[in-house]
């Protein structure tokens, strides 16, 4: 059992009070579309080494987490087959020559079960560790993401992934409207535009912790070395 105790880590706008016995890891969207060359991300024209250099972190991190029988969870954003959870807005936004559901390099484009949507090798969940698809950006919307949560136990998020100011922005807006404290992890996450991830951790952390604080994983692995 984890020891119900806890640590300070330092963050800003100031020193987070983690309580590993209830707080969960929520890794976002690792996946191999978004991470991996020549994958969905690549082939709409971006870096994608902008968002690997937070795979060596993320695993440090999960395999500290893990090491100390902490709660992890993963997500995935994807849409059934038949489509049917995925809104006309939404498939046809970005007027690009591919929409979701259309033919990838890794498969049909956000779809479930296609080999694009799971998650990348380097993080690929255990057995027994949630994995969350969700139809849009944020974690909560129309998944059961909370009630895990709450069964738990957990009142706490350290959250990583990507993309920054996308899917890990609105799953921690999300959260803290449902009374969730989030730390969110600045080498563990990331943006396709390095402007996009200053100003997305610079939304999260503004006006003392509007929506929570930003860290880093190795102030995180310390303090659960000493949990």
């Given at each position: 059992?984890?020891?119900?105790?806890?640590?300070?880590?330092?963050?800003?706008?100031?020193?987070?009070?983690?309580?590993?016995?209830?707080?969960?890891?929520?890794?976002?969207?690792?996946?191999?579309?978004?991470?991996?060359?020549?994958?969905?991300?690549?082939?709409?024209?971006?870096?994608?080494?902008?968002?690997?250099?937070?795979?060596?972190?993320?695993?440090?991190?999960?395999?500290?987490?893990?090491?100390?029988?902490?709660?992890?969870?993963?997500?995935?954003?994807?849409?059934?087959?038949?489509?049917?959870?995925?809104?006309?807005?939404?498939?046809?936004r970005g007027r690009g020559e591919k929409h979701i559901g259309d033919p990838g390099p890794m498969?049909?484009?956000?779809?479930?079960?296609?080999?694009?949507?799971?998650?990348?090798?380097?993080?690929?969940?255990?057995?027994?560790?949630?994995?969350?698809?969700?139809?849009?950006?944020?974690?909560?919307?129309?998944?059961?993401?909370?009630?895990?949560?709450?069964?738990?136990?957990?009142?706490?998020?350290v959250v990583t992934g990507v993309t920054t100011e996308v899917c890990v922005n609105t799953t921690?807006?999300?959260?803290?409207?449902?009374?969730?404290?989030?730390?969110?992890?600045?080498?563990?996450?990331?943006?396709?535009?390095?402007?996009?991830?200053?100003?997305?951790?610079?939304?999260?952390?503004?006006?003392?912790?509007?929506?929570?604080?930003?860290?880093?994983?190795?102030?995180?692995?310390?303090?659960?070395?000493?949990?």
């Amino acid at each position: 059992m984890v020891p119900d105790k806890v640590s300070i880590v330092e963050a800003e706008p100031y020193p987070f009070e983690f309580w590993p016995a209830h707080c969960a890891l929520v890794i976002i969207d690792m996946q191999r579309d978004f991470l991996e060359p020549g994958g969905f991300g690549e082939m709409l024209g971006n870096d994608v080494g902008q968002l690997r250099r937070t795979i060596a972190p993320n695993r440090a991190l999960l395999d500290a987490w893990r090491k100390a029988g902490l709660l992890v969870i993963h997500t995935r954003e994807g849409h059934r087959p038949d489509l049917a959870d995925l809104p006309p807005a939404k498939r046809i936004r970005g007027r690009g020559e591919k929409h979701i559901g259309d033919p990838g390099p890794m498969g049909r484009i956000l779809v479930r079960g296609e080999a694009g949507h799971d998650i990348i090798r380097e993080l690929y969940p255990k057995p027994g560790e949630p994995v969350i698809d969700k139809p849009g950006k944020g974690a909560f919307f129309a998944t059961d993401l909370h009630a895990i949560l709450q069964y738990h136990g957990i009142r706490q998020l350290v959250v990583t992934g990507v993309t920054t100011e996308v899917c890990v922005n609105t799953t921690v807006r999300e959260a803290n409207d449902r009374g969730y404290d989030c730390l969110v992890l600045a080498d563990c996450v990331g943006s396709y535009f390095p402007e996009f991830q200053e100003m997305g951790l610079k939304m999260i952390k503004a006006q003392g912790g509007i929506f929570g604080w930003v860290g880093k994983s190795d102030q995180v692995i310390k303090a659960i070395g000493k949990g």
